[in-house]
T-cell receptor, first 115, second 107 residues
């Protein structure tokens, strides 16, 4: 049973560019959340997708957008990259019915470096 | 004020020792509480939920104090494998993570 998979694992971009990160949730999970984790910090909630719609959003600008596909996989897009966007981007999956348990299954993340 | 605040540590303890640390949260309406563990350069994983009455899972004990708005984690008989960053997580409408407390267990 595959867990949460993310791609790419590492990438380097320059300021102003755009990036797309991808996530496949754990088998059977229908909800995907995206987090940004800067060095030495905890994961910060970006947004959550369920039934192909953004259901909740954290304090991130509109440059951060996402999508969920019918197969529950998801993409995170970041436009007009800034140096401060350099971070580990974590995808987490869960069942919407299980959100109250607090158990998120995280992927290993995509490490983005913006030069 | 941050939603979730933790002492970053590091807590350096010998094997077999007991280590405990707290986390405070700002929103009194928070509903659920958890501890996650994150190993170096790995993804976070759920360690345990925190219940109002306190709960144990093997060598790990979690406590919640709603009046003072803090939760705690105690690790007894520390093992080398307990070395990790422990993330305090609070749920209102979403899960909010603290910055983590680093624990290093030495032989």
């Amino acid at each position: 049973d595959a867990g949460v998979t993310q791609s790419p694992t590492h990438l380097i971009k320059t300021r102003g560019q755009q990036v797309t990160l991808r996530c496949s949730p754990k088998s059977g999970h229908d909800t995907v959340s995206w987090y940004q984790q800067a060095l030495g910090q905890g994961p910060q909630f970006i947004f959550q997708y369920y039934e192909e719609e953004e259901r909740q959003r954290g304090n991130f600008p509109d440059r951060f957008s996402g999508h969920q596909f019918p197969n529950y996989s998801s993409e995170l897009n970041v436009n007009a990259l800034l140096l401060g966007d350099s971070a580990l981007y974590l995808c987490a999956s869960s069942l919407v019915t299980g959100l109250n348990t607090g158990e998120l299954f995280f992927g290993e993340g995509s490490r983005l470096t913006v030069l | 004020r941050k939603e979730v605040e933790q002492d970053p540590g590091p807590f350096n303890v010998p094997e077999g020792a007991t280590v405990a640390f707290n986390c405070t949260y700002s929103n009194s309406a928070s509903q659920s509480f958890f501890w996650y563990r994150q190993d170096c350069r790995k993804e976070p994983k759920l360690l345990m939920s925190v219940y109002s009455s306190g709960n144990e899972d093997g060598r790990f004990t979690a406590q919640l104090n709603r009046a003072s708005q803090y939760i705690s984690l105690l690790i007894r008989d520390s093992k080398l494998s307990d070395s990790a960053t422990y993330l305090c997580v609070v749920k209102r409408n979403k899960l909010s993570f603290g910055a983590g407390t680093t624990v290093t267990v030495r032989a």
